[in-house]
């Protein structure tokens, strides 16, 4: 009973800061020697830090994304076939982080999101653009 007290307290503490109108922070990368733009996103509860990231067509990108609700499972998903990529990164409790590999190759905007437990509906929301 005093663990569940203890996990309950906890998740009070660091596992309840909803996205839900927290600015957008927005990072522009450009390719590093190896030609790959790399990206790293961090999921808090419930938001992405950055929650919009600006890439080029045609060049790789390596998307880490770090799970920094220590007691939360999240997800960085992003449907996006038409531009050449399908996210669909789970990030497991404890730190867990995935690296997901892709080359994207139309120019718009497209939205990523977690999919897990309503969280998008907190705010857990992001876009990805990429330009010409």
């Not at 220590?70 to 789970?90: I, K, Q, R, T, W």
């Given at each position: 009973?005093?663990?569940?007290a203890?996990?309950?307290i ?8 909803s ?15 190896d ?12 938001y992405?830090?950055?929650n ?5 067509s ?50 718009g ?24």
């Amino acid at each position: 009973m005093r663990v569940l007290a203890l996990v309950a307290i906890a998740v009070g503490l660091f596992g309840c800061s909803s996205g839900v109108g927290r600015p957008v922070k927005e990072v522009v990368i450009t390719p590093g020697s190896d030609g790959v733009q790399h990206v790293e996103v961090t999921a808090h509860s419930f938001y992405f830090d950055p929650n919009r990231v600006v890439v080029k067509s045609g060049v790789p990108v390596e998307l880490h994304v770090k799970n920094s609700a220590f007691f939360v499972p999240h997800n960085l998903s992003c449907p996006a076939p038409g531009a050449g990529f399908m996210l669909d990164e789970g990030l497991g409790m404890f730190g867990d982080s995935e690296t997901a590999k892709f080359t994207p190759t139309t120019p718009g905007e497209y939205a990523f999101f977690c999919k897990i437990d309503g969280h998008s509906k907190k705010g857990m929301t992001g876009t990805i653009v990429v330009v010409p």
